[in-house]
């Protein structure tokens, strides 16, 4: 039954609006609805003044509505208040009060009617009424704040809750015919809209209280694992608040990720994951201070994963049942965090990436003098792990990192300590360096052409993109070039090396030669090859026959793509018939033959014959010819020695350079004046021994400050320096010629010459007499 147009309208007011249906209103509650209707207009006509004196009665009848177990009269009382909520009012009621109608229409949001189609309308009706209830009071001060945390858990987890049955409630759609008007009956997509008009409203200090109910209800659902219904979560949150408020939410999520960190480790990583999703989004506006704080988070995580991966408990207890599962569970997570570390760092900017490449290289333990290492099985354990763990992230930030002045992105100080890695016994962080370094140094996508070792006939194929070395480059490389030839020498000669190791120098090799070389740069380049196939053919090192070959053939690859980069045709002529020669008597030789699955190897490289290899004297000859540094070609390499090979336990020459520097400071004429003995007392001693440390201490800094200057100084300053040692040096060495050359003062004494001063009178040495225990 329906109201018709003509019917006579009671008390005034127009019936034509509502829409009275014996489904939605039936007979027995028809007055309840006419009652209803008759208050909304009421409503509708009050003017904003007045309209306080009505409103009270007019909640208390919703209220009462809202109490009833009828469905139809909760939903009616529902539309009721969002007709209400919906008028701007420009007196606010200090006494008002909304808490009842957050628990009531929180408690419709969970609705489980038996009937589907009651229960999705109770839903629905639930979540209008809360939108009511956050336009009527989220702009205004003077009402009941309901950012507070007890409207908040019960506000956010309603909207979540619907939104957790989206997948349910598009399988029950009957039709697709029916499509359209499923959609708008949906608690899905109207808790989303919901929720994003919530987070919208949201100002800086609410932020949290909106967020941590979120939290709450995805662990007590266990929702982190699947990580699907969560990434959806945080994605609406990050797209609906104000972007300066994204710190805040990736701040919430940091301290969630610490205060579950005994945690399962696929929960973690659920947190991680959403970490991920929304430090990506939160990067594109305004991500402030976090940044650092955010990835010390996540190498604080990574480090007690590590720990839990050791010791199978997270209570550090030894637990032999559940360590396998819980190593494949950390490791999962290990990754997580990897992936983050870099997702996040590739949407940065380019200096704050430079702070992060870093700090993340500040945090890699290494055995030096400032950053000790643990000891024992499980330290040397935890330690790997953790070199590699941060390793990995190193090379996720530094991947497609984009910088044009190589001394921004290799400063010397991280250069030295990433260069320190690459001389450690591990071939893993060893071949993590070397992708590293092959990271930053390619600026024009160059690295991937590189990835199999071969000698090409012609390198056009590979389409390389060369630029003119800058100015800048000149100057990175003039600064640490023998530095970088120097590890790349070293990483030649590891008896560890496999396949990917050989082929990691090879990209290394070839970018420099593309991205950073200049004339002295190619002629360093060569020689530095030659140095290695020297290495091959001596074998000094005794290294197995297939690390041999794989230098020969790594020698092959580099100098045949060289040749072909100087464009000089003698010099590619000297390459072509040498790797022709190998082609047919020694393919052993060849990069074709050697890093195959099933390599081809000789058993004896001993006899190798001066027709198989690149011989130096012919390379100056023919380089010399066309402009190129003849004198240096000619000089074999020698490797320049510091204090990082007691990593790798070798011997440094610098050591030597600070020793000889110590004795002869000590040994210096202006310290030759006697000092009284110090008489040796119980204080004596004590003071020594107290004082050890820190002599032991400010010696070494002595030393490697000395090293440093020799290495990085200027020439003209250390060229200013060893010329006022050599002054001085000529100074004394006259002296000593001076007393050895003039003749030894008379036995006979002095004679008094004219003008009263006394001289010295010689005789030949021949006249001299010598007591007889001179002569023979």
Same mark, same amino acid.
């Given at each position: 039954?329906?109201f ?11 019936t034509r ?12 509650l ?6 209803m ?19 009270e009665?007019?909640?208390?009848m919703?209220a ?12 009616l ?7 209400f909520?919906?008028?701007?009012e ?13 628990s009531?229409?929180?408690e419709?949001?969970?609705s ?7 229960k ?12 009511g209830?956050?336009?009527?009071t989220?702009?205004d ?11 908040m ?8 809750f ?21 959609? +708008?009956?949906n ?12 987070l919208? /409203?949201?100002?800086?200090g609410?932020i949290?209280?909106?967020? +941590?109910p979120?939290?709450?209800?995805l662990?007590?659902h ?12 945080? +994605? ?9 408020h994204?710190h805040?939410v ?18 973690r ?23 650092l704080?955010?990835f ?21 207890a ?8 819980k190593?494949?569970e950390e ?8 992936? $983050?570390i870099?997702s ?8 704050? /990436? ?13 055995p030096?003098?400032h950053?000790?290492?643990?000891t024992?099985r ?6 790997r ?5 941060l ?14 002045n ?14 320190s ?7 893993e962080?060893?071949?993590f ?23 090409l006939?012609?390198?056009?194929i ?13 100057i ?6 023998q ?14 090396n ?5 082929e ?9 030669s ?21 290495v091959?053919?001596?074998n ?14 790594l020698?092959?690859?580099y100098?045949?793509l060289?040749?072909q ?5 003698a010099?590619?002529q000297h390459?072509?018939?040498v790797?022709?020669? /190998?082609k047919?008597?020694?393919p052993?030789?060849?990069?074709e ?13 001993d006899?190798?014959?001066?027709e ?8 100056s ?10 004198d ?20 440094s020459i ?32 004590k ?14 800094e002595?030393?490697?400050?000395v090293?440093e200057?020799f ?9 200013a320096?060893?010329?006022?040692r ?8 006259n002296?000593?010629?001076?007393? $050895?050359? /003039?003749?030894?003062p008379s ?9 009263g001063?006394p ?7 021949y006249e001299m007499?010598f ?6």
């Amino acid at each position: 039954m329906v109201f018709k147009q003509n019917q006579q309208p009671i008390l005034g007011f127009s019936t034509r609006s509502a829409d009275f249906t014996e489904k939605t209103c039936p007979g027995s509650l028809w007055y309840v609805c006419i009652a209803m209707e008759a208050l909304d207009q009421l409503l509708m006509a009050c003017h904003c003044q007045s309209i306080n004196l009505f409103v009270e009665s007019f909640l208390k009848m919703v209220a009462k509505l809202l109490e009833s177990e009828k469905p139809n009269l909760q939903i009616l009382g529902t539309n009721s208040f969002v007709k209400f909520a919906n008028i701007e009012e420009d007196t606010p009621s200090y006494h008002r009060s909304y808490d009842f109608f957050v628990s009531r229409f929180s408690e419709m949001c969970h609705s489980s009617h038996e009937d589907l189609e009651i229960k999705t309308k109770i839903r629905m009706s639930g979540i209008k009424g809360l939108q009511g209830v956050v336009r009527k009071t989220v702009n205004d001060e003077l009402q009941a704040n309901i950012w507070d945390p007890q409207h908040m858990d019960k506000i956010v987890p309603s909207l979540l809750f619907n939104l957790q049955h989206v997948e349910e409630a598009e399988s029950r759609s009957p039709s697709p015919l029916q499509a359209p008007e499923k959609e +708008k009956e949906n608690p899905a997509e109207l808790a989303e809209r919901c929720l994003r008009e919530l987070l919208g /409203r949201a100002a800086f200090g609410n932020i949290k209280n909106a967020i +941590k109910p979120v939290l709450i209800h995805l662990d007590n659902h266990s929702l982190w694992e699947p990580k699907v219904f969560a990434i959806r979560c945080f +994605k609406i949150i990050m797209y609906s608040i104000q972007p300066q408020h994204s710190h805040l939410v990736i701040q919430q999520l940091l301290s969630h990720l610490d205060a579950n960190s005994r945690s399962a480790a696929t929960v973690r990583a659920g947190i991680v994951e959403v970490l991920s999703e929304a430090a990506v989004i939160a990067a594109t506006g305004s991500v402030g201070p976090t940044v650092l704080e955010m990835f010390n988070t996540l190498l604080r995580q990574l480090r007690l994963s590590i720990d839990y991966a050791l010791t199978g408990s997270y209570d550090g207890a030894i637990s032999l049942g559940t360590k396998i599962i819980k190593e494949h569970e950390e490791r999962m997570f290990q990754e997580a965090v990897i992936k $983050t570390i870099g997702s996040f760092a590739s949407t940065l900017p380019t200096y704050q /990436r430079s702070e992060v490449i870093l700090f993340i290289m500040s945090k890699v333990p290494l055995p030096s003098l400032h950053h000790p290492v643990e000891t024992g099985r499980t330290g040397e354990n935890r330690n790997r792990l953790t070199q590699i763990m941060l390793l990995k992230s190193l090379l996720q930030v530094s991947t497609g990192f984009q910088c044009n002045n190589m001394m921004s992105a290799l400063p010397s100080n991280f250069l030295d300590r990433l260069l320190s890695t690459a001389l450690m016994e591990d071939a893993e962080i060893r071949l993590f360096v070397l992708e590293i370094l092959i990271s930053f140094i390619d600026r024009h996508g160059n690295r991937h052409k590189f990835s199999t070792i071969s000698t090409l006939s012609d390198i056009s194929i590979l389409k390389l993109k060369v630029d003119k070395c800058s100015r800048q480059d000149t100057i990175f490389m003039k600064k640490h070039s023998q530095q970088l030839y120097r590890h790349i020498y070293l990483s030649c000669k590891e008896e560890t090396n496999i396949q990917k190791h050989y082929e990691a120098l090879y990209g290394l090799l070839a970018l420099i030669s593309i991205e950073l070389a200049n004339e002295e740069v190619v002629v360093d380049l060569i020689r530095l090859v030659l140095a290695v196939q020297d290495v091959a053919q001596v074998n000094e090192e005794n290294l197995p026959v297939y690390n041999r070959c794989a230098l020969y053939a790594l020698g092959a690859a580099y100098l045949n793509l060289i040749s072909q980069l100087t464009t000089v045709p003698a010099f590619c002529q000297h390459i072509h018939e040498v790797i022709e020669t /190998r082609k047919k008597e020694a393919p052993y030789m060849l990069p074709e033959d050697v890093f195959v699955e099933r390599p081809r190897l000789s058993q004896n490289l001993d006899g190798v014959v001066i027709e198989f290899l690149f011989r130096q004297s012919k390379i100056s000859e023919v380089l010399g010819g066309s402009g190129y540094n003849s004198d240096r070609l000619c000089l074999p390499y020698v490797p320049q020695l510091t204090d990082e090979d007691r990593l790798s336990k070798r011997k440094s020459i610098g050591e030597t350079i600070s020793l000889q520097v110590e004795v002869e400071s000590r040994n210096s004429p202006e310290k030759e004046e006697r000092v009284p003995a110090e008489e040796i007392t119980y204080e004596t001693l004590k003071k020594a021994i107290v004082d050890s440390v820190a002599v032991e201490e400010q010696e070494r800094e002595r030393r490697r400050q000395v090293v440093e200057k020799f290495q990085k100084a200027p020439f003209e300053e250390i060229a200013a320096h060893c010329g006022a040692r050599a002054s001085l040096l000529q100074s004394k060495l006259n002296q000593i010629f001076e007393i $050895t050359i /003039r003749p030894p003062p008379s036995p006979s004494g002095t004679i008094t010459a004219a003008y009263g001063q006394p001289q010295n009178h010689s005789i030949p040495v021949y006249e001299m007499k010598f007591p007889d225990l001179c002569v023979y």
